[in-house]
């Protein structure tokens, strides 16, 4: 925390420079606003520094790099996945360990940082709604389960992963620092009961669309794709009560035809200024402990870690440890 940013800048720059054994390398990520805010934070400048092009390529398709990996044609080089997946492919042994001789850890949230991950950016689901759409939004987890109160179609994460079955169980009353270990059967009554009115997204993109145009007007939305979607012009209400945390994560793939670039292009992505670029970008909060003080205040206190009064934070390790068997029965229940 005592070292100045122009110390950490330079030490960033180092990591990132030197001879390039690669003309190109290929970034993955989410696409929509957000993987456009990590361009041109972090692909460009990284371009502009090393002469290194970065593809950019996606969505992340976890399939898809399970299939690259096993079939040894691995074509991502660095890819933007949810922490509690980092978590377990780095124990499956799907990822490549993280060079922290080129990327330089000392300054990152230690609770985003193994072996094979470092975070990417840091946020929260909180509930969303386009409020020129309907006649009152929902505030709580409680309200967006209330389809008398709140009628009409809203919209969740359609995959298997931390989110949902927190906000879930929080609406039907489960105290924050009782959610673990997660009681499935509760969470998929509750569900139950909204389960005809859930248009669910699949992607952030497709989040801010279904808001956008009403055809879900409110629902479970990362905070970011609010943001973005509240600079676009749409009168937006977010509500922070009980924001779900978690954090994306920085992976390289095993196999990745171009390491020694991803480690360069993590060493920078990590980097305080461009860690404070995404987060004045997305909304997103930054993972570099140095960030902060490189924005501007006000932009700063909206963040999600500015959001701490009622927030909850997801159980990576517990995801993690049991992401399979929830999938298994998530799938399962999405399709009855």
Same mark, same amino acid.
């Given at each position: 925390m005592k070292t100045t940013f122009a110390v950490a800048a330079v030490a960033a720059f180092v990591a990132v420079s030197g001879p390039a054994h690669a003309d190109n390398m290929v970034f993955s990520s989410w696409g929509g606003t957000t993987q456009d805010a990590q361009k041109a934070a972090w692909a460009s400048p990284f371009t502009e520094k090393?002469?290194?092009?970065?593809?950019? *390529? =996606?969505?992340?398709?976890? =399939?898809k790099l399970k299939a690259m990996v096993e079939a040894g044609q691995?074509?991502? #080089?660095? @890819? *933007?996945?949810?922490?509690d997946y980092a978590a377990q492919a780095g124990k499956n042994?799907?990822?490549?360990?993280? #060079?922290?001789? @080129?990327?330089d850890k000392s300054k990152? #949230?230690?609770?985003? @940082?193994?072996?094979?991950?470092?975070?990417?950016?840091?946020?929260?689901?909180?509930?969303?709604?386009?409020? #020129?759409?309907?006649?009152?939004c929902p505030k709580t987890w409680a309200d967006l389960f209330d389809t008398v109160k709140f009628p009409g179609k809203r919209t969740f994460y359609k995959w298997s992963a931390p989110g949902v079955i927190e906000a879930a169980l929080l609406a039907d009353g489960v105290a924050a620092d009782k959610l673990y270990p997660l009681d499935l059967d509760r969470a998929f009554k509750k569900l139950d009961t909204i389960k005809s009115d859930i248009v669910w997204w699949s992607g952030g993109a497709q989040s801010q669309q279904l808001l956008a145009s009403a055809e879900a007007p409110f629902g479970s939305i990362w905070n970011g794709r609010m943001?973005?979607?509240?600079a676009s012009g749409i009168k937006t209400e977010t509500s922070w009560?009980?924001?779900?945390?978690?954090? *994306?994560?920085?992976v390289v793939p095993k196999g990745s035809p171009n390491v020694e670039a991803a480690m360069k292009f993590i060493a920078m992505a990590t980097a305080a200024e461009p860690q404070a670029a995404l987060a004045k970008a997305t909304g997103y909060a930054p993972i570099n402990v140095d960030s902060a003080k490189l924005m501007d205040p006000e932009t700063a206190k909206t963040l999600p870690d500015q959001q701490t009064a009622s927030q909850v934070n997801a159980d990576m390790n517990y995801w993690a440890d049991n992401r399979d068997a929830i999938g298994e029965k998530w799938y399962a229940w999405q399709a009855k």
């Open positions: 090393t002469g290194i092009t970065v593809v950019q *390529d =996606g969505p992340t398709d976890y =399939g691995v074509t991502w #080089d660095v @890819v *933007d996945v949810e922490g042994g799907q990822l490549e360990k993280l #060079d922290f001789s @080129v990327i990152l #949230d230690p609770r985003f @940082v193994t072996d094979y991950s470092v975070g990417s950016f840091y946020y929260s689901f909180v509930i969303g709604c386009n409020a #020129d759409a309907v006649s009152a943001t973005a979607l509240a009560e009980q924001n779900i945390t978690a954090a *994306d994560s920085l």
